[in-house]
């Protein structure tokens, strides 16, 4: 496992053959956090890397219940799909849910740790994992990647980070 050094020091990403894992402390309370990766609307203005929109986004938080995030390129108007179900649930503790995107065959796996550091900060742990050490050329194609998503969850954080402040 190695540390991947990127711009924004508050923002740890660690990659390893198949998992990427992200750790972030936000400045605010914990139930804020826990609403941004939770309800509908939070996620519509965040959930996507730098370059792209949610024109859509449906939630049934609950296990066994089912997620659905529609991601827009701001360049080309291309929009694809990422769904997956609930597995695990701990309200203000933890997130684990199957991520997959429509024409893959890749699934994989996220888990988000909240933690509270005080009041008024809140630590995030993201674990996405069971990425293919062989992408198919569909996956390829797509950038559907252990990289890409490295790259997507950061800059999906930078966002997310952005609209806490606000």
Same mark, same amino acid.
């Given at each position: 496992?190695s540390?991947?050094?990127?711009?924004?020091k508050r923002? %740890?990403?660690?990659?390893s /053959? @198949?998992?990427?894992?992200?750790?972030k402390i936000?400045?605010?309370g914990?139930? @804020?956090?826990?609403d941004?990766?939770?309800?509908?609307d #939070?996620?519509?203005?965040w959930?996507s890397?730098?370059g792209?929109?949610?024109?859509?986004?449906? &939630?049934?938080?609950r296990?066994?219940?089912?997620?659905?995030?529609?991601?827009?390129?701001?360049?080309?108007? /291309?929009? &694809? !799909?990422? @769904?997956? /179900?609930?597995k695990? %649930?701990k309200e203000f503790?933890k997130? &684990?849910?199957?991520?997959?995107? #429509?024409?893959?065959?890749m699934?994989?796996?996220? !888990?988000?740790e909240f933690?509270?550091?005080t #009041? #008024?900060k809140?630590?995030?742990i993201? !674990?996405? @994992?069971?990425?293919d050490?062989?992408p *198919?050329e569909?996956d390829l194609?797509?950038n559907?990647?252990k /990289?890409?998503h490295?790259s997507?969850?950061t *800059?999906?954080?930078q966002k997310?980070?952005q %609209?806490l402040?606000?």
């Amino acid at each position: 496992m190695s540390f991947q050094p990127i711009h924004d020091k508050r923002i %740890i990403v660690i990659n390893s /053959e @198949r998992k990427v894992v992200i750790r972030k402390i936000f400045p605010v309370g914990l139930k @804020r956090v826990w609403d941004a990766f939770t309800k509908k609307d #939070d996620m519509l203005k965040w959930h996507s890397p730098v370059g792209m929109t949610n024109p859509h986004a449906e &939630v049934d938080l609950r296990v066994g219940g089912n997620y659905a995030i529609q991601m827009e390129y701001n360049e080309s108007g /291309e929009v &694809v !799909t990422v @769904r997956g /179900e609930y597995k695990e %649930i701990k309200e203000f503790q933890k997130l &684990v849910y199957t991520w997959k995107w #429509d024409g893959s065959e890749m699934n994989t796996l996220v !888990t988000v740790e909240f933690r509270k550091v005080t #009041d #008024d900060k809140t630590e995030i742990i993201l !674990t996405h @994992r069971g990425f293919d050490e062989r992408p *198919t050329e569909v996956d390829l194609k797509n950038n559907w990647t252990k /990289e890409s998503h490295k790259s997507g969850w950061t *800059t999906a954080f930078q966002k997310l980070a952005q %609209i806490l402040q606000k």
